[in-house]
């Protein structure tokens, strides 16, 4: 097996895994992740996570032109801006995952840090959260609005819509988006209960020794 059809099934392996675990669902989500040779490997638009086909993936080539397989996810620009901005992306996740997006449609909400420091494992595979506003889905204006982050955060979250996630390669960005929906579960679980969250030290300490991108 090449190493391009080892990612094709890596993708949809994980991708099936996100949708059994009601992570997303229906035909919600996009998951790309960069091949060996620089192009793309992208689900297709309107395609199901727990229903990837490995040889219907759509194929993108180092120039960013699409060459092959179903036609790509309207959410192409989203993708492109994180891989355009920080060049260690090897694979962004989109989610419509439910506690992150019941979280960020909290009046509340903090936009510049999404998630509150409730465990070190977010703050690890994440940094901080930028919240972004409400868009329409699949409008440009969303890669516009990480294209202004300047590569700053890996991940961010839309508002009233789903988490963004980058990550070094398929399975980081993966975990690192389950994380996200985990915190935001504890955080709404522990609403109103005033949770002992981390602190300055802890939070400090965290990102000098896993060298986290934090106060940016």
């Known amino acids: 097996m090449t190493e391009e059809a080892r990612l094709r099934e890596q993708i949809c392996l994980l991708a099936r895994s996100m ?7 229906g035909s919600t989500g996009n998951i790309s ?4 040779d620089g192009g793309l490997l992208v689900s ?5 996570f727990g229903r990837l086909d490995p040889a219907r993936l759509s194929r993108f080539d180092t120039s960013g032109n699409f060459v092959e397989g179903d036609k790509p996810t309207k959410e192409m620009p989203l993708h ?3 891989y355009d901005t920080r060049s260690q992306t090897g694979a962004v996740v989109h989610l419509h995952s439910c506690h992150s997006v019941a979280l960020s449609m909290l009046p509340d909400a903090d936009e510049d840090s999404f998630l509150p420091p409730l465990t070190p494992y977010a ?5 901080r959260v930028k919240l972004l506003p409400i868009f329409r889905p699949g409008d440009p204006a969303m890669g516009e609005a990480v294209r202004g982050l300047a590569g700053r955060r890996s991940a961010v979250m839309l508002a009233n819509h789903g988490p963004v996630v980058a990550g070094k390669d398929v399975a980081a960005a993966c975990y690192a988006i389950e994380e996200l929906e985990a ?3 504890l955080a709404l679980l522990t609403r109103g209960l005033d949770p002992r969250m ?12 896993f060298d986290i991108e934090w106060d940016v």
């Open 19 to 25: 949708f059994d675990r009601g992570l997303t669902g």
């Open 33 to 36: 992740a960069r091949t060996g």
């Open 44 to 48: 297709p638009t309107g395609s199901c």
């Open 80 to 82: 492109s801006a994180f």
């Open 123 to 127: 703050i690890m595979q994440l940094g």
């Open 183 to 185: 915190t935001a579960r």
């Open 198 to 209: 981390l602190d300055a030290g802890h939070i400090r300490d965290i990102v000098t020794i």
